[in-house]
């Protein structure tokens, strides 16, 4: 028979703070002071508390099924079992959390899988903490459970913060899909956040004066013709420092050409032609030749 349900041991019984069992409970009382809060915000607050249960939730349960579960079929008999029992209740959390993603309070369903969602969260805790972690604790040490606890938190810092019902449960692909899809959902829980949501305020507003100035300016710059040269008639360069005249050209001389050069240059030109001439081939010569004796 397991032992007593870990709701109700010491923080010393479950193997120290840093077991994973004594991390498991923090979450599920978090867990429950989240779902009680939320019955009482008004209807416009409902989706923020809801964001942080996603947050805590899906990345809980993501460090359970690549961390504990797979420890679970290792080393408890009969574990497959149990943790088949929790991931199909992880599963259908992801489906009822990603519809209500979907909709808003005004939606005439969700109050109702609101409280699904909450039904099953709350009997997905009880299972665990009468069922299946008091199973571990019978076969495992101290130590196994602090190591197992240490490499538990360290995937929950880095796992998804929202349901994604397309991913597998098990090892590999939980963990080959989860992870990437982990950046993904914390830049979207940034830009959800009060502070982010500021922050795209902030960039739209000075996006938008920008804009509004280049505008204007384009504008005046087609009134008085400005634009069309691209400068500030202030910055050209006559405007401050004068440009000495261009001195006007006089008239054009005929230089004296050298006899001596000229008599070179027809000399080269005439060999030059009866080089060409000379390896022409004899066809070509004897058509040539009539033409010379004219």
Same mark, same amino acid.
């Given at each position: ?5 870990? =709701? !109700?041991?010491?923080?010393? #019984? ?9 991390? #498991? ?8 002071? *989240? ?10 607050? #409902?989706? /923020? ?6 947050? *805590?939730?899906?990345? /809980? ?9 797979? @420890?679970? &079929? ?9 943790? =088949?029992?929790?991931?199909?209740? /992880? ?8 519809? %209500?993603?979907?909709?808003?309070? !005004? ?15 709350? =009997? ?17 040490? $101290?130590?196994?459970?602090? &190591? ?10 880095? =796992? ?6 397309? $991913?597998?449960? &098990?090892?590999? !692909?939980?963990? %080959? ?10 830049? &979207? !829980?940034? *830009? ?6 500021? @922050? %795209? ?5 000075? $996006? ?9 300016? +384009? ?8 634009? #069309?040269?691209?400068?500030?008639? @202030? ?22 050409? +050298?006899?001596?050069? *000229? ?32």
């Amino acid at each position: 028979m397991p032992s007593l349900t870990i =709701a !109700d041991q010491s923080v010393d #019984q479950l193997g120290g703070p840093g077991s994973v069992l004594a991390r #498991q409970r923090r979450d599920h009382v978090r867990l429950d002071e *989240l779902i009680n809060r939320f019955g009482t915000v008004s209807r416009a607050e #409902q989706p /923020h508390v809801l964001r942080e249960i996603n947050n *805590l939730v899906f990345s /809980h349960a993501f460090a359970e099924e690549v961390v504990l579960w797979p @420890a679970m &079929r290792r080393l408890v008999p009969g574990g497959a079992a149990l943790t =088949a029992r929790i991931e199909g209740e /992880h599963q259908e959390i992801n489906g009822l959390c990603a519809a %209500l993603e979907r909709m808003t309070p !005004d939606d005439p369903e969700w109050d109702e899988r609101v409280g699904r969602a909450f039904e099953v969260m709350r =009997a997905d805790v009880r299972d665990e903490e009468d069922l299946v972690l008091p199973a571990l604790q019978d076969v495992a040490d $101290v130590a196994q459970l602090q &190591r197992l606890g240490t490499a538990w938190e360290l995937v929950r810092r880095t =796992a998804p913060t929202r349901p994604h019902p397309a $991913v597998a449960r &098990r090892p590999p !692909d939980n963990a %080959l899909r989860g992870i990437p899809l982990s950046g993904f959902d914390r830049i &979207r !829980d940034a *830009l959800d956040s009060p502070s982010g949501r500021s @922050a %795209l305020n902030t960039v739209a507003m000075t $996006v938008g004066r920008l804009t509004s100035s280049v505008r204007s300016g +384009q504008l005046a710059s087609s009134r008085t013709g400005d634009g #069309q040269r691209g400068e500030d008639p @202030a910055s050209r360069c006559r405007s401050r420092l004068p440009v000495p005249p261009v001195p006007p050209a006089g008239p054009l001389r005929r230089l004296p050409v +050298q006899p001596a050069l *000229l008599r070179h240059r027809v000399d080269g030109d005439h060999r030059g032609e009866r080089e060409t001439q000379g390896h022409q081939p004899p066809s070509r010569r004897r058509r040539l030749a009539p033409q010379r004796e004219q």
